[in-house]
């Protein structure tokens, strides 16, 4: 039965939307290129041993990560069930909810998100914004389509479901004690390792 979400987003993801994007969300050139990725952030860490992801759907960046740090403790958040199921049977702790309802309830070394922002109706974004501070211990992840304003874009046929924004301004702009260490661009065209152009923008909690 589907839960009782607040918003149209979330229905989206947790229904048939989200079920069919399985499917289109495995294949091994993608795991090549989120190894690629995930080597040039995570070489700018220190002492990362436990991750939390939101809206990890089948594990794909936490395969990435544990190929690079094959002892990290991985958690997640994922409001489709059948993606959910799937993290289970990968040795993740899962809380199939919505990132908007999920209390957190032990704190990672890196929080983050990949691809997943973008999908939240933008009037909630305040509060992932303070989840994803608060379930970090040190480091916060932000890989997601970059604007420098707001915008809204087509996806696929669907209205009122991406968005495209400077996500990791606003979230420096609301936690002074944030510092950036670094950022990057994956090029669609890239030779070797592409993804759908997007932006990664690593930063620190400074205690
Ligand atoms: C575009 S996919 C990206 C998946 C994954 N992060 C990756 O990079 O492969 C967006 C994911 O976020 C999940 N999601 C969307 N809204 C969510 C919410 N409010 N709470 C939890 N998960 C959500 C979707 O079900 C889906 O698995």
Redesign the pocket.
């Given at each position: 039965m589907m839960k009782n979400f607040k918003t149209e987003?979330?229905f989206f993801?947790?229904g048939e939307f989200?079920d069919d994007?399985i499917s289109r969300?495995s294949n091994k050139k993608l795991i090549a290129a989120n190894v690629n990725l995930f080597s040039k952030i995570l070489e700018k860490t220190r002492n990362v041993k436990s991750i939390i992801?939101?809206?990890?759907?089948i594990g794909?960046?936490i395969d990435a990560i544990r190929s690079l740090f094959p002892d990290c403790d991985c958690s997640a958040?994922?409001?489709?069930k059948k993606?959910a199921d799937i993290l289970r049977g990968k040795n993740v702790k899962v809380y199939n909810?919505?990132?908007?309802d999920?209390t957190i309830e032990q704190k990672s070394d890196l929080s983050f998100?990949?691809?997943?922002l973008i999908?939240?109706n933008p009037d909630e974004l305040q509060t992932v914004y303070q989840k994803l501070y608060y379930a970090s211990k040190k480091y916060i992840l932000i890989?997601e389509y970059y604007n420098p304003v707001p915008v809204e874009i087509n996806y696929r046929g669907h209205e009122g479901k991406l968005f495209k924004r400077d996500f990791a301004g606003e979230l420096l702009d609301k936690y002074p004690d944030l510092s950036l260490i670094e950022y990057g661009f994956v090029y669609h065209r890239d030779n070797n390792f592409a993804q759908d152009d997007l932006t990664w923008f690593l930063l620190e909690k400074n205690k």
């Open positions: 987003q979330e993801w947790a989200g994007y969300n992801e939101f809206g990890a759907n794909n960046n958040v994922e409001i489709n993606a909810a919505s990132i908007l999920f998100t990949k691809g997943v999908h939240i890989v």
